[in-house]
């Protein structure tokens, strides 16, 4: 081995270490980073005794994806691996096509390995693609979040993922190919200064000059990550003490909350909008501080599918109406991302919003403790126009509704989530 293929291998063995898998996918798009990634996993596969499955992931965007997914199927043949192409026939036109492929490509990473019973699924992140990730969140004026740039492990729609070699450097890879004498194949969007990651990488061949290297980079994303990690349990710790959660409403003592560090307060205050909003991401920073703002003014507002509401001990979180108005889903699934409805098998039934029609048809909705702003954007059971069933309004004998991983759900969202 030479010595960067020894740096590399010792690197990825002492990151895979700490919690071997027993089954470990890995996702390669046939880039040299994954190609160097499979080499090696193989190697230590081999000697550990376990198992890869290999993916690549055909976005359907690009001809050549076909070829580039038979190239990765050819190279885990040969290296006596199971590989798959999950297809992402999705993108409905809206939106950002590179943010919906990479969600896509999480979700189809994360659903074969939950039916295939991988332990985790590897990615071939870099350390330069770590200081790539610091110095995009440097201009976005992120805070110690953004700076933390990629997590080594995280957990995702039911899937471990990791990225053992984000210590290692992308030369280091291509030098440990070129060694091997495996090719692999150039993603031309890398030349491409239409992207911004491809801009931040000519940046920082400039940054180079002033020390300000890869190393050093990924160093501070490692410093925030630790920071992170720190005031994510401040968070969680506190969050305990001033909030409750009422059905699906996060409700936050308006004292104990205004008595708290402001950093700590808007940490709640965030992970309430999201797991209220179910949105992928919060809402932008100053967003966020004009919200918090508002609420110590006493104003309620709207905000990332939320609505924020003032009563005189409590700010609740509840989700807002016109959010779900089009919300559609069968009986026995998910509503919302969180609510699941449970009561007699009705034929021809859907559930939907409870809105202001529905509403008004609770005629004893007040005994429910909720307020109207609340219950509205709640689960209900309809058949056309005629509604079976509420059941956070009390109406419709025998149905009821429970929240995904319960209110505990809630309070997970704000445990660190591992560096
Ligand atoms: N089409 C694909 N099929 C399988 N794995 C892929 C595919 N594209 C990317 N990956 C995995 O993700 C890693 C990172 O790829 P890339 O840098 O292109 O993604 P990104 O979109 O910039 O980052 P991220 O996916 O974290 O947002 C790759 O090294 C590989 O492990």
Redesign the pocket.
């Known amino acids: 081995m030479t010595a960067d293929a020894e740096t590399a291998f010792e690197k990825l063995t002492g990151f895979l270490a700490t919690s071997p898998p027993g089954r470990l996918g ?4 046939g ?1 040299g ?2 190609v160097a ?1 499979l080499l090696l996993l193989s190697d230590w596969a081999r000697a550990d005794g376990t198992e890869l499955a290999i ?5 359907g965007l690009r001809p050549e ?1 076909a070829q580039e997914a038979d190239f990765v199927a050819g190279l885990a043949a040969r290296l006596g691996h199971d590989h798959v192409t ?1 297809r992402w026939e999705g993108w409905d036109g809206t939106g950002n096509l ?1 943010d919906s492929a ?1 969600r896509a ?2 979700g189809l ?1 994360a659903s074969w390995a939950r039916e295939a019973q991988l332990d985790a699924v ?4 870099t350390r330069d ?1 770590q200081a790539e990730t610091v110095v995009m969140q440097l201009r976005r004026a992120a805070g110690v979040d953004g700076l933390a740039a ?1 997590p080594a492990r995280w957990w995702q729609e039911g899937c471990g993922f990791i990225r053992p070699l984000l210590g290692v450097g992308r030369d280091e890879l291509r030098n440990y190919l070129r060694d091997r004498g495996q090719a692999w194949i150039e ?1 031309p969007s890398n030349a491409d200064r239409g992207f911004e ?1 491809v801009r931040t990488r000519d940046a920082l061949a400039v940054l180079d000059g002033l020390g300000i290297t890869a190393k050093v980079l990924a160093q501070v994303a490692a410093h925030m990550a630790k920071a992170r990690e720190a005031l994510d349990w401040h968070a969680y710790l506190e969050a305990r003490v001033v909030t409750r959660v009422d059905r699906g409403d996060v409700v936050i003592d308006r004292k104990g909350w205004r008595a708290l560090n402001d950093e700590i307060a808007r940490r709640i205050i965030r992970a309430a909008l999201l797991w209220v909003g179910r949105a992928p991401y919060p809402p932008r920073r100053a967003k966020q501080e004009q919200l918090i703002e508002a609420v110590k003014q006493g104003t309620t507002v709207t905000l990332a599918g939320c609505l924020v509401r003032i009563e005189p001990e409590a700010i609740r979180i509840c989700r807002e109406a016109a959010a779900v108005t089009e919300l559609r889903a069968p009986l026995g699934e998910l509503w919302d991302g969180r609510w699941r409805v449970i009561g007699p098998v009705e034929e021809g039934a859907e559930l939907r919003a409870l809105g202001e029609d529905g509403l008004r048809q609770c005629l004893d909705w007040r005994e429910s403790g909720l307020p109207s702003s609340s219950l509205v954007a709640t689960p209900a059971v309809w058949r056309g126009g005629i509604l079976l069933a509420a059941p956070l309004a009390g109406f419709g004998p025998g149905w009821k509704a429970e929240l995904e991983g319960g209110a505990e759900g809630f309070f997970a969202t704000i445990l660190p989530r591992g560096n």
């Open positions: 890995v996702a390669v798009s880039g980073d994954s990634l993916a690549t992931v055909d976005h994806a999950l590179q990479r490509r999480y990473l590897a990615l071939a992140h693609d990629m993603d990651r």
